[in-house]
């Protein structure tokens, strides 16, 4: 299976009145394709910042960004910024942007804002676009009529298919999801989780799945990175790091997990992330942690502990 | 408390002659018990938040009975004061529902002054007391911050402090964690139990999440469309679920496990209907798996199924 990204010491910082934010810091991470990664961390840890940095959406306050992503191969970080635009976003690396299905256009017909990138990009005539609109709604569980509705008329889980199927459109290669269940109900959640295992099955696509829920990611994703105050602390297979996790925080967010089906209760972490302006040296993670160590203010190294899976942490140092 | 038959309708005047009926809450009955905590779950627009703030009388019920400690205060305005003394209410939002130029002092003196003007002897004290029970400790050094300055677990810390502080009998807690992030979620419930064990206040704990409603509650009530669909002891229904729609939610919940991913959600199709519009007979039957001859004609009645396990479903009848 061939590896169709590659994330290597990225770095996106931004510069604000109080200082500049490491939002991601020294980032790692691997993709094959036709598997799904699950990035996942609380609100502020930089998931929406690594997925920018992917899709090379830079805010104007950028103050750092460098690294290396390897995109089947070419590192998009070089990469001429029209080149990126014209052969690369959207059209084989997409996005699903986090509160998506409150930002459609109000005013223009769903289906027109799914086909517009057709015919803009593509040269597609509005014929064409049309029933290519009307064959992704079907794969999406999505009436074809619906092409002709605005967004107010549609409800909440049908407003997040349409945004699935705007970044669907161009046939992405890699498709980043940025939350895109966390505003719907539980049950509508799990139709939307099972229609994204269906996508990824049919068209063999690789995605990147953001979310703060462990439980949710693992109903997808074959990989997980678990992220804390701006960087990657635990990258494993799904089984390595839900059944065995390795790293002080994800055995943390795990046990803080409540389940349904056992009866052991969650267990909290005491103490809250650091903030991401000055953060402390070394581990970011040591402030919370019950085994640390003097050594955990020197940086931790990333460490190897299997083909698929490393940790930063001075306990496998 | 004892809600009787409780229905809570917003009208909404639409053009100049039709009258819109939003029948939020539409014939609950329930019972709080000293020291006990019943959980309303449920998804959005069931009626469950209006539910809390009509049972403490932010908003008026349209009919029905509100009793508390005996008294019938279903149609009490003028002397309130006693009732909000004994009845507290916390949202969901622990970043909008502090005044942000107020420093938690002034927060927590607020409901001492309107409530019980200069009938406390040492409000300063009071206030530590409550943030030490909160665990806001040292209370010096919260006395004077602003919410601003605190992390999400921590406002919503004050927010259960401002509720306390008048030592109410009653209270209920809206959706107190949704906002917060999964590894201290747990802490705050827990914090919760503590305080309401020690306290023997009785909390109506308003979730979405029936998996936190399974450690926090001793009873469970399960809403759909303005109605109590199931009632019973939180670990009853939970393990023994016997409404259609508990199932489904409950298969709805995703679950920490790698084998997840490897298979589809038994899920239950469609959306929560609107309440302005609820289908006919039973409000569930357009997205029951089990629906037969009379659902979508007569409206099923909560009826004791086992001992101490209600059910509003055709089923059992
Ligand atoms: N344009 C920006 N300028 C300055 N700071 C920013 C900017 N965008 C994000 N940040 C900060 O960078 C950090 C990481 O933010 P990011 O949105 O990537 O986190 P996240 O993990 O996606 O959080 P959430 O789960 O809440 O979506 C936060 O401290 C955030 O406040
Ligand atoms: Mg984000």
Not at chain 1, 159 to 170: F, P, T, Y
Not at chain 2, 170 to 196: C, G, K, Y
Request: glycine letters at 6%; aromatic letters at 8%.
């Amino acid at each position: 299976m061939g590896l169709l990204l590659e994330v290597r010491d990225l770095h996106l910082y931004y510069r604000t009145i109080k200082g500049v934010v490491q939002a991601v810091d020294g980032v790692d991470l691997r993709l094959e394709e036709g598997k799904v990664v699950g990035l996942v961390g609380e609100s502020g840890c930089g998931k929406s910042s690594t997925a920018n940095a992917i899709m090379k959406l830079l805010p104007k306050n950028t103050a750092r960004y460098d690294g290396e992503i390897l995109f089947d191969g070419v590192n998009i970080i070089d990469l001429d910024d029209e080149i990126f635009r014209r052969e690369y976003r959207w059209k084989r690396i997409a996005m699903v942007f986090q509160g998506a299905m409150n930002s459609l256009n109000p005013v223009i017909k769903v289906g027109d804002q799914v086909a517009e990138p057709l015919i803009l990009k593509e040269g597609y005539t509005r014929a064409e676009a049309e029933a290519r609109v009307k064959e992704l709604f079907r794969m999406l569980n999505l009436p074809e009529s619906f092409v002709n509705r605005y967004p107010h008329e549609l409800s909440g889980g049908m407003k997040q298919r349409v945004v699935i199927a705007m970044a669907m459109v161009l046939e992405p290669q890699l498709l980043i999801l940025d939350e895109p269940t966390s505003a719907l109900d539980v049950s509508v959640q799990a139709q939307i989780m099972n229609l994204l295992k269906k996508l990824k099955e049919l068209k063999r696509m690789s995605m990147i799945f953001i979310t703060h829920d462990i439980a949710l990611a693992s109903d997808l994703s074959d990989y997980m990175a678990i992220m804390y105050a701006g960087k990657i602390v635990e990258f494993g297979t799904i089984e390595e790091v839900l059944l065995d996790p390795k790293h002080p925080y994800s055995q943390g967010l795990i046990a803080a997990t409540p389940v349904l089906s056992r009866d052991v209760p969650p267990k909290f972490l005491p103490g809250n992330p650091p903030s991401l302006i000055n953060p402390p040296k070394g581990c970011r993670f040591k402030d919370r942690c019950k085994y640390r160590m003097d050594v955990c203010d020197n940086e931790p190294n990333s460490i190897k502990l299997s083909d698929s899976r490393y940790v930063k942490c001075f306990l496998y140092h | 408390m004892e809600l009787s038959n409780l229905k809570t309708y917003y009208f909404l005047r639409k053009g100049l002659f039709k009258r819109l009926v939003v029948r939020a809450v539409d014939g609950v009955s329930l019972v709080f018990r000293e020291g006990e905590i019943v959980s309303i779950v449920g998804e959005s627009g069931c009626g469950k938040t209006t539910l809390g703030k009509t049972s403490v009388k932010l908003v008026e019920p349209y009919d029905g009975k509100i009793v508390f400690e005996g008294k019938d205060i279903t149609r009490m305005d003028g002397d309130l004061k006693w009732f909000r003394r004994r009845a507290q209410i916390i949202f969901q939002d622990p970043f909008q529902s502090l005044n942000p130029y107020h420093s938690i002092f002034d927060i927590l003196k607020e409901p001492l002054d309107n409530l019980f003007r200069g009938e406390v002897d040492d409000p300063t004290e009071k206030i530590m007391k409550t943030l030490e029970e909160v665990r806001l400790a040292p209370p010096e050094e919260f006395l004077y911050k602003y919410p601003h300055m605190l992390s999400g677990g921590q406002r919503q810390r004050v927010n259960i402090a401002r509720a306390l502080i008048v030592d109410p009998k009653f209270i209920v807690a809206d959706e107190p964690v949704s906002m917060i992030d999964a590894s201290s979620r747990a802490e705050i419930l827990t914090l919760f139990r503590e305080i309401q064990n020690r306290r023997r206040t009785a909390i109506m704990y308003i979730t979405h999440d029936i998996s936190t409603a399974k450690y926090f509650s001793d009873y469970i009530a399960v809403m759909y469309a303005g109605k109590v669909v199931e009632y019973g002891r939180t670990m009853e229904v939970i393990k023994n679920p016997l409404h259609p729609y508990t199932v489904g939610l409950i298969a709805s919940v995703p679950e920490p496990d790698p084998e997840n991913r490897k298979r589809f959600r038994p899920v239950i199709g469609g959306e929560p209907p609107n309440p302005i519009n609820p289908p006919p007979g039973c409000r569930f039957h357009p997205r029951c798996p089990k629906r037969f001859e009379p659902c979508d004609k007569i409206e099923p009645q909560l009826k004791e199924v086992e001992k101490g396990h209600f059910v509003a479903c055709h089923l059992y009848e």
